[in-house]
């Protein structure tokens, strides 16, 4: 049965989406429908020309751009907040034609720009507001904290959520007065392209958010020597290159990594709930989540419970092919992943892991499908005991003492995210503060910590530097510019001045100002 695709993804409405896109080479890459293998469109490569080009409008746009007052650039993306949820559907749809994600991770991938864009219209007037500081001299001397935004932000967004990273991490650096120059994965594109549309139908000045396209070796110098900062989303080896660059250019950077990230089940979890949880965990967007569960420690009191059950739960999954909501797993994102996939639990079953369930490609669904796969047995000397897998691939692990799995969950470089699931909170939190990691989820595997926007979320060792959401997911996009006023020429000695009597003036200022600043 050949699969329908969704009314929305006509060759017209794609030609309309990469149009965009700039390419004087006339160089293209074809971008296919993950389920089918076929080619959806040819998506135009940009040469380094054009990423310049490209960064120069930009920031000659957002120099007119910085000039709006705050609120008329707001009023930009409380309309845009509208016709993001008024066209979930569309983005849906090409979500889910580039990434082979299945449609309830789609959907909710959807709704990640506009909670972002909720978030920060009511944060970003008082965090961009001057802020008066005091001089070291009161009344005579004022200092203020200005914000002032960076100029144009180079985003570098990765696959496994092209819309959320894509726009999201844009629309905050937008929201600080600056312009965007955009580098999506070849493979998914068109989704954030059609944000882009979006964005300026609700009033987004044009020129303003560019994108470019092209394999990440190619466009990646041109597009951090021509920016003002980099916010990069994708793998740790390629964040250290990013991160080399941005340095030798001395800008700032923000990188969000991979993570090999832990769930420590206690003995007095509920075990149903831990067991629903694993499964979106290890399982949810085919496990191509930055955030999802590659290691789960239990006790050993509870390990056959939790084994029997989950691995229930896996066999019983949906997975496959479609455009409804009816598979609850849906693709890898290419037959080349599902090969990386694949050599990892090759690699694993090499050394002495057993394959619980699934370990098997299922080229009968599609040509990067991969079954949803739990091992034993997984040691460090294996890719998939060290490195990030990537895919819906799971290893059980066994503890005795509670000391013993977080000092499991701790050997790795990767600093993510965790889980930890337990009856007695108080318990499981004291447990969740000894994980080395930048997010940990107490009954719950990550979207409560993703989805708190008001908190910063980001990696620590290797899965990154700074953090996205939060207060300074916004405030990273600004310079801050100290702006000092001497209101009298009160400070320092003047010519002729009797010295002993300065140092006097001066020590009994500063001891005055102990007493009233200092209790
Ligand atoms: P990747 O590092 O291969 O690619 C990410 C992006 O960088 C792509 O757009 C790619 O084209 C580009 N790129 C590649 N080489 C480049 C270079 N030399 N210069 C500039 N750009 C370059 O990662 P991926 O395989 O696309 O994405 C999966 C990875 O992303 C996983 O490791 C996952 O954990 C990570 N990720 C992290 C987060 C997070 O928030 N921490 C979120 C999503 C994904």
């Not at 390629?238 to 340095?247: K, M, N, P, S």
Request: hydrophobic share 40%; proline share 5%; charged share 20%.
């Amino acid at each position: 049965m050949t699969l329908q695709r969704p009314a929305s993804i006509t060759d017209a409405f794609l030609q309309k989406l990469v149009s965009r896109v700039p390419s004087t080479s006339g160089g293209t890459w074809k971008l296919t429908e993950v389920y089918s293998g076929e080619v959806l469109v040819e998506l135009p490569q940009s040469t380094p020309a054009d990423i310049e080009q490209a960064f120069a409008s930009a920031r000659k746009a957002q120099h007119e751009w910085a000039k709006w007052p705050l609120s008329k650039r707001l009023a930009v993306f409380k309309r845009a907040h509208k016709l993001f949820l008024d066209n979930a559907v569309t983005t849906t749809d090409l979500i889910q034609v580039e990434s082979g994600k299945n449609r309830r991770m789609a959907i909710e991938e959807s709704c990640d720009p506009p909670m972002v864009m909720s978030h920060y219209i009511k944060r970003a007037p008082k965090l961009l507001a001057s802020t008066k500081r005091g001089g070291p001299v009161p009344f005579l001397t004022t200092s203020t904290e200005i914000r002032q935004p960076k100029g144009v932000v180079g985003v570098i967004a990765p696959w496994n959520f092209p819309f959320a990273t894509g726009m999201s991490d844009a629309i905050t650096a937008l929201i600080a007065g600056n312009g965007v120059v955009l580098k999506p994965d070849n493979k998914t594109a068109l989704s954030p392209l059609y944000g882009i549309s979006m964005l300026e139908e609700a009033g987004l000045p044009k020129g303003l958010f560019q994108v470019v396209c092209g394999e990440g070796p190619d466009v990646g110098p041109t597009l951090i020597d021509n920016a003002n900062y980099v916010m990069f989303t994708g793998s740790t080896a390629t964040g250290r290159v990013i991160g080399e660059r941005a340095g030798r250019n001395l800008i700032g950077c923000c990188l969000e990594l991979g993570g090999k990230n832990p769930m420590i089940v206690l003995d007095d979890a509920n075990m149903d709930e831990t067991v629903q949880g694993a499964v979106f965990g290890v399982f949810g967007n085919t496990g191509q989540i930055c955030m999802h569960i590659e290691r789960i420690y239990l006790p050993e009191s509870r390990y056959d419970e939790f084994k029997t059950k989950f691995v229930a739960a896996a066999e019983a999954l949906k997975v496959g092919a479609s455009y409804d909501f009816g598979p609850e797993m849906g693709s890898l994102v290419s037959p080349d992943h599902k090969d990386r996939v694949q050599s990892h639990v090759e690699d694993a079953v090499a050394k002495g892991a057993t394959v619980v369930t699934g370990g098997k490609a299922r080229p009968d669904l599609g040509p990067a499908f991969f079954e949803p796969t739990i091992l034993e047995g997984v040691t460090k000397d294996m890719l998939a005991g060290a490195t990030e897998t990537f895919g819906p691939v799971v290893a059980l692990h066994r503890y005795s003492t509670v000391d013993e799995a977080v000092a499991l969950a701790n050997d790795t470089e990767y600093g993510l995210n965790a889980s930890v699931w337990g009856a007695d909170l108080s318990r499981a939190e004291s447990v969740a503060r000894r994980i080395e990691s930048g997010n940990v989820n107490i009954n719950d595997i990550l979207a409560t910590a993703f989805a708190s926007k008001g908190t910063p979320s980001g990696g620590v060792k290797q899965s990154g530097v700074g953090a996205r959401h939060g207060d300074q997911g916004l405030t990273k996009y600004t310079d801050v510019q100290n702006l000092a006023v001497l209101k009298k020429q009160v400070m320092g000695a003047r010519p002729g001045q009797d010295y002993d009597a300065y140092v006097k003036g001066m020590l009994s200022g500063l001891r005055m100002m102990r007493k009233t600043r200092i209790r």
